[in-house]
């Protein structure tokens, strides 16, 4: 029903910046929240950051003004634009929405996951 495909992975260098985004697509009434996980090997998911419809933002403290979220309500959309890059943000990169959907006529919140897309930092 819903899909979340995310793109801008890679391999950069310490100090490089990278563009992740992840498009939602299908049957969506609303997004309420969009963001970000990452999850490095032998390491728990966490948040990475989040975007609420109001424009609200929060960030991990690893991340703060290093990383920017950003969100495109028209096109379901959410970028995140990462600098300076660490050894240590090396990871597989998540988008996550909260939404509802058109067939329960937007009454029931859904958490929905993209595949993934690697970020690789080399120092």
């Known amino acids: 029903q819903v899909q979340l495909v995310e793109s801008g992975g890679g391999l950069v260098q310490a100090g490089g910046s990278l563009r992740l985004s992840c498009a939602a697509s299908?049957?969506?009434?609303?997004?309420?929240?969009m963001g970000w996980y990452r999850q490095a090997p032998g390491k728990q998911r966490e948040l990475v950051a989040s975007t609420s419809t109001s424009g609200s933002t929060n960030y991990a403290d690893s991340v703060k003004g290093r990383f920017t979220i950003s969100r495109d309500s028209a096109k379901n959309t959410v970028y995140l634009q990462m600098s300076s890059l660490k050894p240590e943000d090396t990871a597989v990169y998540f988008c996550n929405a909260l939404l509802t959907l058109t067939s329960t006529g937007g009454k029931l919140q859904y958490n929905y996951w993209g595949q993934g897309t690697q970020v690789t930092v080399s120092s």
């Open positions: 299908g049957n969506i009434f609303s997004i309420n929240l």
